[in-house]
């Protein structure tokens, strides 16, 4: 009798480690992936494409294009770039005078799904103060504004796209 006892216990304290773990592991977000806050969607294209899709819209778009002028009153036009795992899209907002960035993760160009992240916004175009979507950096009237006006005018030009949530 006593040893069932003593085997319940020591079951009852596994499962309950056990329990307490996966709920520290949701609770707390232990990687250290900066681009974890982002919104992050699923568009029905290879990497390859949605770049090309991102390209063409911006060519037939101008107004998305990021531009600069410097010191000299030269316009300078700012490029998307290439870093180890994504491509850095950005797109300006003029009504709101907010650049958005946007990271294409490379998945492979075999593949017909592309994730597209909504990333950051800068005020103007200067850079300086960077704030990430989905964080106390901004407030939640901020951010689904700036979300609902990114679907509405960039992602719905680029393909059919979703969610992509944790249970898709």
């Not at 531009?67 to 009504?95: A, L, P, Q, R, W």
């Not at 992240?117 to 979507?133: H, Q, R, V």
Request: glycine share 4%; proline share 1%.
């Amino acid at each position: 009798m006593r040893k069932t006892i003593n085997y319940i216990l020591i079951g009852t304290s596994l499962l309950m480690l056990i329990f307490i773990t996966c709920i520290l592991m949701l609770v707390c977000d232990f990687t250290n992936d900066v681009y974890r806050d982002s919104e992050a969607y699923v568009v029905e294209k290879s990497s390859d494409d949605l770049s090309y899709s991102i390209y063409r819209f911006k060519e037939d778009n101008p107004k998305y294009k990021l531009f600069t002028t410097n010191e000299k009153g030269e316009i300078i036009y700012f490029k998307d770039y290439s870093s180890e795992k994504y491509y850095h899209v950005m797109f300006y907002f003029s009504d709101l005078n907010i650049t958005v960035q946007c990271l294409l993760d490379y998945k492979g160009t075999d593949s017909f799904e592309c994730q597209f992240l909504l990333y950051a916004i800068s005020p103007g175009t200067n850079f300086g103060s960077w704030k990430d979507i989905n964080t106390k950096e901004l407030s939640r009237d901020e951010n689904r504004i700036i979300k609902r006006k990114f679907e509405a005018e960039i992602l719905n030009h680029l393909g059919k796209w979703k969610h992509k949530r944790w249970y898709n």
